[in-house]
């Protein structure tokens, strides 16, 4: 069997310890011959592959980024593909010898798993995002080391903040769902966390700052960068579309530092984390956890388990079927967000 290895999305820390896992089992224990396409999708189309063995994984799993690159280049052109894309994926496919697909990726890349398990071509799913907003899976590889930089940042945050008695506030990724925001705040003891599935006003932000003000500490406040002020007049509107099609994000920080400073009276600085929770070595857990899916995966090829995605479950990794995994954005229960908030102002 010729597997062929793809990337897609934003990298995830860990992805390198999936392609590890996926190899050692899938060319050593299971007698697989294994490919990888550079960046995703431009790989496949433009001829661009490298051969996986045991020699091209040594000594991944500690490192950042992904040997393979990864892309947000799409299969086609546009939505699901007309019958030429079609027919080029195919073709391309027979040229390579290719029986199947692992796809390491977050909701986008899945829901083209999704796609071509539907159109008869064997693809297997491994969920990674930094956001861990996937459906059929507890926890995604990268969400753990995202969470840790963004915790240490808070750690660090604080210490200025407390020397100038100023309020803080952190922007951290989280396009649709708040989950290294809320995991940062509970680690750092964020006096306020401002998540996309809670909208709050930035009267009721402002009177949580001051209250810890009372207090005599200084406020802490840590932001998802899809979070929106509550009420008509102050929603954040971030007009225009990125390069690829998505609402522009971004700036979330920027915009909250001066209407808390303006309520409060209190001097307020804004840091935006960006990329640097994205980078870096993985921790243990998301090498682990990484490393488990690509084994379960090179599995479920061997198994003829097609369709399915790898997915966390408690301390299992399970095969989930495509079609239930993708379309499900996992956000932030209730629950959770009210744990969060015992620590508020
Ligand atoms: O990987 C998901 C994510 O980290 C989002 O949280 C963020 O909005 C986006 O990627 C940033 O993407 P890019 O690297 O393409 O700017």
Request: hydrophobic share 40%; net charge negative; charged share 25%.
């Amino acid at each position: 069997m010729r597997i062929g290895v793809l990337c897609s999305g934003g990298d995830s820390p860990g992805m390198n310890a999936a392609i590890r896992g996926a190899v050692l089992r899938g060319v050593e224990v299971h007698g697989f011959e294994m490919v990888g396409f550079m960046d995703g999708w431009r790989g496949f189309h433009e001829a661009d592959l490298v051969p996986l063995d045991r020699s091209a994984v040594r000594g991944i799993s500690p490192l950042g980024g992904v040997i393979l690159g990864t892309s947000r280049v799409p299969p086609f052109a546009s939505g699901d593909g007309d019958a030429a894309e079609w027919q080029a994926i195919r073709a391309r496919m027979a040229e390579y010898r290719l029986d199947g697909f692992l796809l390491i990726g977050g909701n986008g890349t899945q829901t083209v798993a999704k796609l071509l398990t539907d159109a008869g071509i064997r693809a297997i799913g491994l969920p990674k995002t930094i956001d861990n907003d996937l459906g059929g899976t507890d926890y995604t590889f990268g969400f753990d080391t995202a969470v840790s930089i963004a915790s240490e940042a808070i750690d660090r945050l604080r210490t200025t903040g407390e020397s100038h008695s100023r309020c803080m506030v952190l922007e951290v990724m989280g396009r649709n769902a708040g989950w290294i925001a809320l995991h940062a705040g509970m680690a750092g003891g964020a006096q306020v966390t401002l998540i996309p599935e809670h909208p709050e006003s930035i009267e009721q932000i402002s009177e949580w700052v001051l209250s810890v003000r009372d207090r005599g500490r200084s406020s802490l406040v840590v932001v998802a960068e899809g979070f929106t002020l509550e009420g008509a007049d102050g929603e954040v509107t971030r007009e225009g579309l990125d390069g690829f099609g998505r609402p522009r994000l971004g700036g979330v920080a920027e915009m909250l530092a001066p209407l808390i400073e303006e309520r409060t009276g209190i001097e307020t600085r804004a840091t935006v984390l960006g990329h640097v929770q994205r980078g870096g070595s993985p921790t243990a857990f998301d090498r682990v956890l990484a490393t488990r899916t690509g084994i379960a995966a090179a599995d479920a090829a061997h198994a003829g388990r097609w369709g399915t995605m790898a997915g966390l479950h408690g301390d299992r990794i399970d095969l989930v079927p495509l079609h239930e995994a993708v379309g499900r954005l996992k956000t932030v229960p209730d629950a959770r967000y009210e744990e969060v908030r015992l620590n508020f102002g």
